[in-house]
């Protein structure tokens, strides 16, 4: 391991990636990789995950090429960086902040959408002019297995490398000193990756999750929220960070929305899921039979409840009025299971939310007025009003976390500055030297003035 760093710390010293044209064409010839192979990752992430070849294209491949498209759009002026005004007291120099590549950087990718969470960041480190390390997840064996191979026939080793194996790997590379770190994933392995972050001093980027909570108010479109509601928690099974976690809905509507929301599932996966293309399966076995016991210690199911672990198949699932000490209440699920529960005044259910560890997405259905009053007396990473999941179709938004459930933002320019070190750089002028600064200060009064 040390090799291989000692490896991409010469290549960084070499200077190479500090060159504008360099950086592009590198991400030119990743977006070629990712187009040539993209029927092949869709097979793969269909294998893994049994997601449809659409539903990989949309929420992976497009993703990290509309990425790649608006760093080659605008990369020439990030890092050109920009002028901002000197103040009178320093005058008549020049300020700038210059963006200057960190070095060697780390990236940790899960499995739930192995390839936008692992080349999206990639983007940004390369765009920025780093070296890069690639850590996936063995979880997803055939998307793992062409991402190492298209990396190295994109990318010198040098450059950017890609590490297989399991969490002992994870444990193993994270003793080296990088000069970032990029973990997406659980929180508790977070907190495992911030300890070892912390014995370097190492730049430290956690992208996390939580429980993110979607509220319907009394005045909400039933049948839209119902629509968008089941496709924001059903992509990839419920294997996504910002799914809606759990659901509050105003009790006038609560039956209603029940039955709307049934309505959708069968209207996008047919009266059996399992017999659907477009329904992908969880992980692993395992994952599959955490789940089932989730599901039946949790209250009484509204519809779905069909779990077959052994083909890692959860049936889409309403839990109704679930205890707040239930297991489906107190662990984020990571799957096509939705608690619901029932408000009449919005503000228990903005206390309910604020009790809790600030959300990585929260979700509001309804009027203008009720939406405003929860987003100005909550906290979240991002926020949907009459939708979820879209808020990561902006590459212009930040994407990431708070609190606990997450460190640091992404996505566009914040990925290139994410990974660089924003350099404040003054440049003064030799053919004038104002005595004002220098001892024994006797024009301090005159400071003060610019000062106020």
């Not at 005595?435 to 003060?448: E, G, H, M, N």
């Amino acid at each position: 391991m040390e090799s291989l760093l000692r490896g991409h710390r010469r290549y960084f010293a070499e200077g190479r990636t500090r060159d504008v044209r360099f950086r592009a064409e590198a991400l030119r010839r990743l977006r070629k990789a990712l187009r040539d192979h993209t029927d092949a990752l869709c097979e793969a992430l269909r294998l893994d995950l049994h997601k449809s070849a659409s539903e990989s294209y949309l929420t992976e491949i497009g993703i990290v090429l509309q990425e790649i498209a608006r760093h080659l759009r605008r990369l020439k002026r990030w890092t050109a960086g920009r002028r901002v005004p000197s103040p009178l007291t320093i005058l008549p120099s020049g300020s700038r902040i210059v963006p200057e590549p960190l070095g060697v950087v780390l990236i940790v990718a899960p499995w739930n959408y192995p390839v936008q969470l692992l080349l999206n960041p990639l983007v940004g480190a390369l765009s920025a002019g780093n070296c890069a390390v690639l850590k996936s997840s063995p979880l997803v064996p055939h998307t793992e297995a062409l991402l190492k191979r298209l990396i190295g026939e994109v990318f010198p080793p040098g450059y950017v490398s890609f590490l297989e194996g399991g969490p002992e790997v994870v444990e193993e590379v994270l003793k080296q000193r990088f000069d970032s770190i990029f973990f997406t994933g659980g929180s508790a392995f977070g907190q495992t990756v911030m300890r070892a972050a912390a014995e370097h001093l190492t730049p430290l980027t956690l992208e996390l999750g939580g429980k993110s909570p979607c509220i319907v108010g009394r005045d909400a479109d039933i049948p839209l929220a119902a629509r968008r509601i089941v496709w924001g928690k059903l992509l990839n099974a419920g294997q996504t960070c910002v799914a809606p976690d759990y659901l509050f809905v105003h009790a006038d509507r609560k039956r209603q929305l029940c039955v709307e929301m049934e309505r959708a599932v069968r209207r996008f996966f047919g009266d059996d899921p399992r017999l659907s293309d477009d329904y992908p399966r969880i992980v692993s076995v395992q994952a599959a039979e955490r789940l089932q016991r989730m599901m039946h210690g949790s209250g009484k199911i509204l519809f779905g409840g069909t779990c077959d672990p052994q083909q890692r198949y959860v049936a889409p699932t309403l839990i109704d009025e679930p205890d707040d000490d239930s297991p489906v209440m107190r662990q984020e699920i990571f799957g096509p299971l939705l608690p619901v529960k029932g408000f009449h005044d919005i503000e228990t259910v903005i206390r309910y939310v604020n009790e809790r560890d600030k959300p990585l997405a929260l979700y509001y259905f309804g009027g203008r007025r009720e939406a405003d009053r929860v987003l100005r007396s909550t906290s979240s990473g991002g926020a949907c009003v009459n939708d979820t999941v879209v808020q990561l179709a902006n590459g212009r938004l930040p994407f990431g976390g708070v609190g606990r459930s997450g460190i640091g933002k992404y996505h566009g320019r914040f990925s290139f500055e994410l990974f660089s070190n924003l350099r404040a750089v003054v440049r003064s002028p030799r053919w004038i030297d104002i005595p004002l600064r220098y001892a024994p200060y006797r024009s301090i009064r005159l400071f003060k003035k610019f000062l106020k």
